[in-house]
């Protein structure tokens, strides 16, 4: 599977519940070519989210992805139509999604999720971001109390992305995240736990956390499985 993230921001004048509105009629996997899976993520409090929401399109491989994909900086822009309208900034990142931990049999629906993009410190490259993130980082976060599936994404072209990965923490009770990695309104958080203190911890040997975006949101399976 390749995956697309697109993280979507409302114009001027347009309300959030509109926005959510004219997004979910918008049907953006029939208008994209080769998507075999869709997600809608909400926020769960929007006055405190970075963004509005998080449009997830899943493809068989990048092959078939980019067969798809004229501009991947503005994927859902290009589908035109009312709700593209309503889009005042759209970021995307694309990547090969890796399981890293997961009690749901890959069923994500309706589950809470913490999503963290992420970006390497000034004097780091990709590759060793990557491999610190993969290898010392991640055994730790996916021992974090109330992750129930964690994934990684890695950006299959690094030098085209406006991020270094996505970390995906998903958990089955909103509160079990807040407890874990706080709530909305900060891109930095008091983490509570010993493994999500040492997670906390080890985020200062490899991320530039003031540039971190993160968004926290419930995830809605809307086509594909």
């Given at each position: 599977?390749?995956?697309?993230?697109?993280?979507?921001?409302?114009?001027?004048g347009v309300s959030h519940?509109?926005?959510?509105?004219?997004?979910?009629?918008?049907?953006?996997?029939?208008?994209?070519?080769?998507?075999?899976?869709?997600?809608?993520?909400?926020?769960?409090?929007?006055?405190?989210?970075?963004?509005?929401?998080?449009?997830?399109?899943?493809?068989?491989?990048?092959?078939?992805?980019?067969?798809?994909?004229?501009?991947?900086?503005?994927?859902?822009?290009?589908?035109?139509?009312?709700?593209?309208?309503?889009?005042?900034?759209?970021?995307?990142?694309?990547?090969?999604?890796?399981?890293?931990?997961?009690?749901?049999?890959?069923?994500?629906?309706?589950?809470?999720?913490?999503?963290?993009?992420?970006?390497?410190?000034?004097?780091?490259?990709?590759?060793?971001?990557?491999?610190?993130?993969?290898?010392?980082?991640?055994?730790?976060?996916?021992?974090?109390?109330?992750?129930?599936?964690?994934?990684?994404?890695?950006?299959?072209?690094?030098?085209?992305?406006?991020?270094?990965?996505?970390?995906?923490?998903?958990?089955?009770d909103i509160d079990a995240?807040?407890?874990?990695?706080?709530?909305?309104?900060?891109?930095?958080?008091?983490?509570?736990?010993?493994?999500?203190?040492?997670?906390?911890?080890?985020?200062?040997?490899?991320?530039?956390?003031?540039?971190?975006?993160?968004?926290?949101?419930?995830?809605?399976?809307?086509?594909?499985?």
């Amino acid at each position: 599977m390749h995956k697309h993230v697109a993280l979507l921001t409302r114009a001027d004048g347009v309300s959030h519940d509109e926005f959510v509105d004219r997004w979910e009629a918008a049907e953006l996997d029939d208008e994209i070519d080769g998507v075999v899976r869709y997600h809608e993520v909400l926020p769960t409090m929007p006055e405190h989210a970075e963004f509005d929401g998080l449009a997830e399109f899943f493809f068989e491989d990048e092959a078939a992805y980019e067969d798809a994909v004229d501009d991947p900086d503005s994927l859902v822009s290009a589908t035109g139509g009312e709700f593209a309208e309503a889009v005042a900034d759209e970021r995307g990142m694309a990547g090969d999604p890796i399981v890293q931990r997961d009690e749901v049999d890959g069923d994500s629906d309706e589950l809470y999720k913490h999503s963290a993009f992420l970006v390497r410190q000034e004097d780091m490259t990709h590759d060793a971001f990557v491999d610190h993130w993969q290898n010392n980082h991640t055994p730790i976060a996916r021992e974090i109390t109330g992750v129930v599936k964690y994934d990684t994404v890695v950006p299959t072209d690094p030098d085209a992305q406006p991020f270094d990965g996505i970390a995906e923490l998903y958990f089955a009770d909103i509160d079990a995240l807040y407890d874990a990695l706080g709530s909305e309104g900060s891109r930095d958080y008091e983490a509570v736990g010993e493994m999500a203190e040492k997670a906390r911890e080890d985020v200062n040997n490899f991320l530039a956390i003031d540039e971190r975006p993160r968004f926290i949101g419930q995830e809605h399976l809307v086509s594909g499985r």
